[in-house]
């Protein structure tokens, strides 16, 4: 059975930085495009960024863009996303997410184009 878990999260001061993992089990996610999204209570699910097949394209939300950055380790087979000045209205629950549809060069950060996805880690930015 595929599964995905996160963890990372925690209470951290504004303008921390944090990185959060995601180990998969039950196949190989190399054959998977990655991504990681976070819903904050109330709000839409949000597509933070994505990783094609073959780790040539990145994609990252605007609000992110410079501060986070997202890769895979093949052999542990697991992938992260490294969060740098966090803010406080950035508190929600992080969830990774991979699919396995998308072409080698392919990856979005529309949460309906994932079928898989981890629990969640919750992620807490306060003074």
């Known amino acids: 059975q595929f599964q995905l878990v996160e963890s990372g999260g925690g209470l951290v001061q504004p303008g921390a930085t944090l990185r959060l993992s995601c180990v998969a089990s039950?196949?190989?996610?190399?054959?998977?495009?990655i991504a990681w999204f976070r819903q904050a209570p109330g709000k839409e699910r949000e597509g933070l960024s994505c990783?094609?097949?073959?780790?040539?394209?990145?994609n990252y939300a605007d609000s992110v863009k410079g501060r986070f950055a997202i890769s895979r380790n093949r052999p542990e087979n697991t992938m992260y996303l490294q969060m740098g000045s966090l803010k406080p209205d950035e508190t929600a629950v992080y969830h990774c997410?991979?699919?396995?549809?998308?072409?080698?060069?392919?990856?979005?950060?529309?949460?309906?184009?994932?079928?898989?996805w981890g629990q969640g880690t919750q992620v807490t930015v306060s003074s």
């Open positions: 997410a991979v699919d396995s549809k998308f072409g080698p060069y392919g990856c979005t950060l529309d949460p309906s184009d994932y079928n898989f």
């Open positions: 039950g196949d190989s996610l190399g054959r998977y495009a």
């Open positions: 990783l094609s097949k073959n780790g040539f394209v990145t």
